[in-house]
T-cell receptor, first 115, second 114 residues
Framework: GAGVSQSPSNKVTEKGKDVELRCDPI?????LYWYRQRLGQGLEFLIY????????KSGLPSDRFSAERTGESVSTLTIQRTQQEDSAVYLC?????????????FGPGTRLTVL | AQSVTQLGSHVSVSEGALVLLRCNYS??????LFWYVQYPNQGLQLLLK??????LVKGINGFEAEFKKSETSFHLTKPSAHMSDAAEYFC????????????FGQGTRLTINP
């Protein structure tokens, strides 16, 4: 079956512009996560969705970052007024939310470059 | 709060040699632990996971890891390295509270020398 997909794969933007990153999870996966990976570093948790609600937004670095999810489907991460420090790979992951299935399935990521 | 430390940001081994990537965790509760691999310009792929069953876990591509509670370690090994193993490897612990998110180590870049 299809895995997690993300678009665009690459995004170059100018400082101060807004960007939208999209994630399509595996069909039927109720849990969805966004992570950020800065160059040479591990992944930082940003936000978690269960269905279309976001019970944990604790990783969002500032109020310029927001995310939404439509039902148990597509999620969009929006970064307003981008800054150079926002440059990173943004990874989305989904999980079935079933007992006994603990791993997360990752998409290929969106590489964001802020000039 | 759970955390993970990966010792060695870069590891280089010869083709055919033993691969050993180190991971130590901190957790106040029995942890669920994962190793993921990331090939260039790709997302993360699950190698193996420990979820409180057998302490020696076998994964894909000949990798395995042993959970050692006394040492709070979950080191990844492979007896004989292949060129195709060159990648970045991440150890992660799953939190039990709230989001049950993954907390990742900083990653180890594995280079294989011919």
């Amino acid at each position: 079956g299809a895995g997690v997909s993300q678009s665009p794969s690459n995004k170059v933007t100018e400082k101060g512009k807004d960007v939208e990153l999209r994630c399509d999870p595996i069909s039927g996966h109720t849990a969805l996560y966004w992570y950020r990976q800065r160059l040479g570093q591990g992944l930082e948790f940003l936000i978690y969705f269960q269905g279309n609600s976001a019970p944990d937004k604790s990783g969002l670095p500032s109020d310029r970052f927001s995310a939404e999810r439509t039902g148990e489907s597509v999620s969009t991460l929006t970064i307003q007024r981008t800054q150079q420090e926002d440059s990173a790979v943004y990874l989305c992951a989904s999980s079935p939310g079933l007992a006994g299935v603990y791993e997360q399935f990752f998409g290929p990521g969106t590489r964001l470059t802020v000039l | 709060a759970q955390s993970v430390t990966q010792l060695g940001s870069h590891v280089s081994v010869s083709e055919g040699a033993l691969v050993l990537l180190r991971c130590n965790y901190s957790s106040s509760v029995p942890p669920y632990l994962f190793w993921y691999v990331q090939y260039p310009n790709q997302g993360l792929q699950l190698l193996l996971k420990y979820t409180s069953a057998a302490t020696l876990v076998k994964g894909i591509n000949g990798f395995e890891a042993e959970f050692k509670k006394s040492e709070t370690s979950f080191h990844l090994t492979k007896p004989s390295a292949h060129m195709s193993d060159a990648a970045e490897y991440f150890c992660a612990v799953r939190t039990f509270q709230g989001a049950q998110k993954l907390v990742f180590g900083q990653g180890t870049r594995l280079t294989i020398n011919p």
